[in-house]
């Protein structure tokens, strides 16, 4: 039945569908290097079925015979995660949705905009920037990332800390259920729209968001630089308690600056240091103010450093281009850490001792996304090639982690690879209550199953702690005698 199903898909959508073992091929993975030989014995990755829907009416069809026959699903779209979230465990089909693309309508008065899910958020920056409008916030993958995407993943990023998550800014969503049932949710429907939030594709796809946009207003851009993070720390809390809000807050450490510096990358004409990069938008009056409280924090400590208006603007040009960073792998490893704005500068100290113990460059930088939380990269350099020292460098992700965790951290966003970690992102009453959602939606557990509820035996918090911390030691020891 399940071989008939898929035959019937594949003959009904004609070239957007394929079994060819080579297009498959390339759906079994993300941006995230991991070597065959941790995944192929574990986990099915490679999908019986793509399919690309360019309706909900499309999708639908799809999910109805996927749910008849007990096939998994998995949505994709950018594929810009790192944690397999996009990538099928179980085989099945993989719902490519990049073809449900474009601006279904603009309401200027109501301030919203309704849009395909699979359009990335420049696509309809692109649409909104020349009306005179513009996302209220998105994220530093905006090139890739689709709002569809965004809004299942945690929804955080570069205007966040102005007009708050995605989830926040959404005002309905169409979705099609497991059983193919299309649906409109609002925040007052039964379910709401927020359960599909940060749901990683395991509750229903869906095909289209009403969200709400802001008018497009000039910016000042600023970049200061401190000899150490406590400083830095400090001049944040500072920035996040004036009385203008900033849109977008990112800061970088002296080894992210090094690394810019070694590629010959932008702020290029600065020392490396400790950098704190403030961009304001608003009226004239706000952007006034802004300028005024940056000019008295940086006067009131000699040690700090503003940097040109052009060098400042330069590095907001740059917002889309963290992954320059990878240039100086081959492959970079890293964790990105959801962490308390009050913890930043003691995490990093902690980060800099860890990466002494281990013989390692620990580069991080990151966005201030709420009043009190940042989301932090702390990476470093490896090499994906040399399989046996790569998969000791994994042991260092955690180990980051849990760092990250010490102050008051946990892993942002789940997909496969974190959910070692779930019992740190949730208290047991809430990820009771998501496995009581998904149970209610998808029964039958066809949506992009093995994510995000629970791990796999291998990857259960004992299993996954005692092998991690065995590989960590071998790694220490390898690190210090530089024997990788
Ligand atoms: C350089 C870089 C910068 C990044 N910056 C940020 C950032 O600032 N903030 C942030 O939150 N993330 C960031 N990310 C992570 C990622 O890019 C975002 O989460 C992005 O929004 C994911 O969108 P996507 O279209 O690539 O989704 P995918 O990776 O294709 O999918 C993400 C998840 O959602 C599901 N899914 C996708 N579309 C749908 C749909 N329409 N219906 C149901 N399920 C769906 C998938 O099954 C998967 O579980 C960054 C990644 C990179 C590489």
């Known amino acids: 039945m399940k071989n008939e199903a898929l035959e019937q898909i594949k003959q009904q959508f004609g070239d957007r569908a394929t079994d060819s073992p080579f297009e498959c091929r390339l759906y079994s993975r993300d941006m995230a290097p991991v070597p065959a030989l941790l995944v192929n014995p574990l986990f099915n990755t490679l999908p019986d079925l793509i399919v690309r829907p360019s309706d909900a009416d499309e999708a639908a069809g799809i999910l109805k015979l996927a749910f008849a026959n007990h096939i998994p699903v998995t949505p994709r779209a950018g594929a810009s995660t790192v944690y397999f979230n996009s990538v099928p465990v179980r085989g099945g089909i993989v719902m490519d949705l990049n073809l449900l693309k474009g601006v279904v309508g603009l309401d200027e008065s109501g301030m919203t905009v309704t849009v395909k899910a699979g359009t990335t958020c420049r696509e309809l920056d692109e649409y909104l920037n020349p009306l005179g409008f513009a996302m209220k916030s998105f994220p530093s993958s905006a090139p890739v990332a689709s709002i569809g995407g965004w809004f299942c993943m945690m929804g955080y990023g570069i205007g966040s800390l102005k007009y708050g998550s995605l989830l926040s800014q959404v005002q309905a969503v169409e979705v099609v259920l497991p059983t193919g049932e299309v649906r409109r949710l609002t925040r007052d429907t039964e379910p709401p729209l927020a359960w599909f939030a940060a749901s990683e594709g395991t509750l229903g796809i869906i095909t289209q968001l009403e969200l709400e946009i802001r008018k497009l207003s000039p910016m000042k ?156 990269m702390t990476m470093f350099y490896t090499d994906e090639t040399r399989t046996i020292a790569y998969i000791l460098d994994l042991s260092l992700v955690k180990k980051i982690h849990d760092v990250g965790r010490r102050h008051g951290g946990c892993p942002y966003g789940v997909g496969l690879w974190n959910t070692p970690y779930l019992g740190r992102m949730f208290t047991p009453s809430h990820l009771n209550e998501l496995r009581q959602r998904k149970q209610m939606l998808d029964g039958r557990g066809i949506m992009n199953p093995g994510k995000v509820y629970r791990s796999p035996v291998i990857l259960n918090p004992f299993n996954f702690t005692a092998g991690m911390e065995v590989l960590a030691a071998v790694r220490r020891v390898a690190g210090r005698s530089g024997r990788r």
């Open 221 to 376: 851009h600023f970049l200061i630089a401190f000899p150490d993070a406590g400083k830095m720390g400090r001049a944040l809390e500072a920035i996040l308690h004036a009385p203008v809000i900033p849109y977008n807050v990112h800061f970088a450490d002296d080894r992210c600056a090094l690394a810019m510096h070694s590629l010959g990358f932008s702020p290029a004409d600065e020392a490396p240091a400790h950098t704190l990069g403030i961009d304001y938008e608003g009226s004239k009056e706000e952007l006034k103010q802004a300028q005024d409280m940056v000019a008295a924090l940086v006067g009131a400590d000699p040690a700090t450093h503003l940097s040109s208006a052009e060098t400042a603007e330069r590095e907001w040009a740059e917002k889309f281009n963290a992954l320059r960073l990878k240039r100086g792998g081959p492959s970079v490893l890293g964790s990105e850490i959801w962490l308390p704005v009050k913890a930043l500068s003691g995490y990093l100290s902690d980060i800099r001792k860890m990466a002494g113990r281990y013989g390692l460059d620990l580069i991080s930088y990151g966005h201030v996304v709420t009043p009190d939380r940042v989301t932090v």
